[in-house]
């Protein structure tokens, strides 16, 4: 098995990740949070909001309706141009997306570029292609009492009540700008920021949680100064770095950044850095770092009607604010971190697993548990320590089943840093044995101390 496939293994083992409707044989690009994951997720969530809104004094949150109305898809290029490379073989109907299955083409292929690759079909191995369309990658809803038959030769009708799923939250943002500004009249440089879903039609999802249909990402979209925004990009260029290395804990080494060429960049950006990580699989993209200068506010501003000028309190300057966007997508770093934590250990012909997670990120500070689960004196006194580190540092589970070592064993895999265990030393003198998940070393600690 590949690391990656020990990984997706673990994660349904112990109830990190399922596959999306797992009981009806799935649904192709989504994936389900178990208990465990649903915690590693919001632990990962909250240490971003701590860091990039928190604790700073120049950002505030928002958190926009997933369906919104479908003029902003069009002031934001998505209509025009959110599309893949789509191509049929015409042997056995296999659709792919053209630039996945052919080296050192973009995005942007024609038909005659992509038949000069002389590319065989990954399915059936003929080479017979019909041409390159474009798949436009939103997911489409009706909104209101109107059947899908009722649009199906109305495009007027289409046109009003036709939805999206937005495909990316930036524009919950852009469109709350100038609500933001009327409000709370925050000073440049600013920035907004949001966490929640984001929805991909995609081609051929794939790589577990990489490529999925449906994710949760994490957006600022920070408003500077036109004249500034190359000192501001390099701020946010290394706030992302000590973000990732010393609050998530990625090492450094695995970190790359991709400066991307002008032809490979999104439709709005003048300059983009994306960060790529060493995944089990290879690189791929952890985050993007993007300038969007005006793009979406000047956009929204003609689209709407509505002025998105900025008036500097001091200066009475007036103006469109640029936008740097920092994007993460949470699925991307919650598999950066466990593919990072997860380790196999070979001792005595035995091979232990372990998720080496930072204690700020894992699902449960520490395990409790009894050395005899009936001895009902054992039992009781495990359950007040229990209860005391539960108030103290609030994410702590328990654990009476099987013997010790397999209770080690499944906490090693969850990645619980400490295993405290309550014995009959416990009761003469409050010391507990403390077990260290990365060593395995066992030390003598008085409660009073954990
Ligand atoms: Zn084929």
């Known amino acids: ?18 596959p999306g409707s797992d009981v009806y044989g799935g649904m192709a690009g989504t994936w389900d949070f178990g208990p465990l994951g649903v915690s590693l997720k919001k632990n990962i969530m909250d240490a971003w909001w701590n860091y990039f809104v928190e604790k700073r004094d120049d950002m505030y949150g928002v958190d926009a309706a997933i369906i919104m109305n479908p003029r902003t898809w069009v002031a934001s290029g998505h209509t025009a141009t959110f599309a893949d490379p789509l191509v049929e073989c015409k042997e056995c109907k296999s659709r792919f997306r053209a630039d996945k299955i052919a080296d050192g083409i973009s995005e942007s ?58 495909p990316e939250t930036a524009q919950g943002i852009f469109t709350n700008y100038k609500n933001v500004i009327d409000t709370i009249y925050p000073s440049l440089p600013f920035g907004l920021a949001q966490q929640g879903k984001a929805f991909r039609n995609e081609i051929s999802p794939r790589d577990f949680i990489l490529r999925d249909r449906e994710c949760s990402q994490m957006e600022i979209e920070y408003f500077v100064h036109p004249d500034s925004w190359e000192g501001e990009f390099e701020k946010l260029r290394a706030l992302q770095h000590d973000f990732l290395e010393n609050v998530v804990k990625l090492p450094a080494e695995n970190i790359h950044e991709l400066e991307v060429p002008a032809e490979d960049r999104a439709h709005y950006s003048k300059r983009t850095i994306d960060f790529m990580f060493d995944y089990p699989n290879g690189e791929e993209e952890l985050m993007g770092l993007a300038y969007r200068t005006d793009f979406d506010l000047s956009n929204i501003q003609r689209e709407s009607g509505k002025n998105m000028e900025y008036r500097d309190k001091n200066t009475g300057e007036t103006f469109i604010p640029h936008v740097i966007e920092p994007s993460i997508g949470v699925e991307r770093l919650f598999l950066a971190i466990l593919s990072t934590a997860y380790t196999e250990e070979e001792n005595e012909g035995k091979t232990r697993i372990l998720l080496k997670l930072p204690e700020n990120l894992a699902p449960y500070h520490f395990c409790v548990s009894p050395l005899l689960k009936n001895k009902p004196e054992l039992v009781e006194k495990a359950r007040a320590v229990y209860d005391m580190l539960r108030e103290k540092y609030g994410n702590v589970t328990w654990d009476d089943s099987g013997n010790i070592g397999k209770r080690y064993m499944k906490q090693d895999e969850i990645g619980t840093p400490k295993c405290v265990v309550i014995d009959f030393d416990t009761l003469e003198d409050d010391t507990v044995t403390v077990r260290d998940r990365d060593t395995t070393k066992q030390t003598r600690v008085k409660i009073s101390e954990l």
């Not at 489409?140 to 030769?153: F, I, K, R």
Request: one cysteine or more; charged letters at 25%.
């Open 1 to 18: 098995m590949s690391k990656l496939e020990d990984i997706v293994s673990l994660c349904k083992r112990r109830g990190f990740i399922f």
């Open 109 to 166: 292929v024609t038909t005659e570029e992509f038949l000069a690759t002389h590319t065989k079909c990954p399915v059936c191995g003929k080479e017979n292609w019909g041409p390159i369309r474009k798949f436009n990658m939103m997911f489409s809803t009706h909104v209101g009492a109107v059947l899908p038959e009722d649009t199906q030769d109305n495009p007027e009708l289409a046109a009003k009540n036709i939805a999206y799923l937005r």
